[in-house]
């Protein structure tokens, strides 16, 4: 038998420290407010990169199909159907398995299956602007295709790229939660939403049902967060509603 004295001074010199935890712990002892703090890292990761890939393709290739149209048009426009018509889950899982399973795999899978709403609506804004006296005056004064387009007509389109860019932004995060949560998303020790779904959904019967409802509830909050600036943002750049104001 030791004395209390000397447990005291065992406990001081092993270093053991009494913690808490706001969320508390799960079952291996891991604090869950950090893992999900670490998790958000992952959701506005793939929201950020997945919809500059998506403007990237899609501003592309709706600037080509609406500005020469023909047959370039003709083609893009088949290719975009063709992507359309493929359910966005089951194209994500496809390109996840032939880039592989990871962090990065996941934000490019995600982002090259977005951009075909991009395209759509820069394509029908050039075919549209094309008309207008501005990007005549441009040809007249011999100004090249690309700077037309640079220069005068995008701008004036990105008003609603925007806008759909909050939107793409929202479905990015469900869709990688959506992967991970099926295990082919990012991979452990990594900690994403989905992933930690999938981990405690069992919890959900028992004692313990936060553990599976706080990742959960963090995903609805994020996506009620960025639909809710694209509709703010959609009203902003209205332009009845500026010109009745």
């Known amino acids: ?39 958000s890292r992952v959701s506005l990761s793939v929201g950020f990169i997945s919809v500059a890939i998506s403007l990237l393709v899609g501003i592309f290739l709706g600037s080509l199909a609406g500005f020469f149209g023909g047959k370039l048009d003709e083609i893009i426009m088949w290719f975009i159907n063709v992507v359309w018509s493929i359910p966005t889950l089951l194209l994500v899982i496809a390109i996840t398995f032939a880039l592989g399973k990871g962090f990065w795999q996941v934000f490019i899978a995600v982002g090259l299956t977005m951009w075909v709403e991009v395209a759509r609506v820069v394509r029908g804004q050039i075919m549209s602007l094309k008309e207008k006296e501005f990007v005549e005056a441009g040809f007249a004064l011999g100004f090249s295709n690309f700077r037309i ?73 994020l996506v009620l967060a960025f639909m809710s600036l694209g509709n703010a943002m959609r009203d902003a750049f209205d332009v009845k509603e500026i010109a009745n104001n």
């Open 1 to 39: 038998m030791i004395s209390l004295k000397d447990a005291r001074e065992l406990f001081e010199n092993h270093n053991i420290k009494n913690r808490f935890y706001l969320l508390g712990t799960e079952q291996f002892g891991r604090d869950l407010l950090s893992r999900l703090i670490i998790g």
């Open 149 to 221: 387009i640079k220069n005068h007509i995008l701008p004036n389109v990105m008003s609603p790229v925007i806008v759909i860019s909050a939107a793409n932004f929202a479905a990015a995060i469900l869709i990688e939660a959506g992967l991970s949560f099926l295990g082919i998303g990012v991979q452990p020790p990594m900690p994403s939403w989905g992933s930690m779904i999938k981990e405690y959904y069992s919890f959900i019967i028992l004692d313990s049902a936060y553990l599976a409802l706080a990742p959960g509830i963090a995903i609805i909050i």
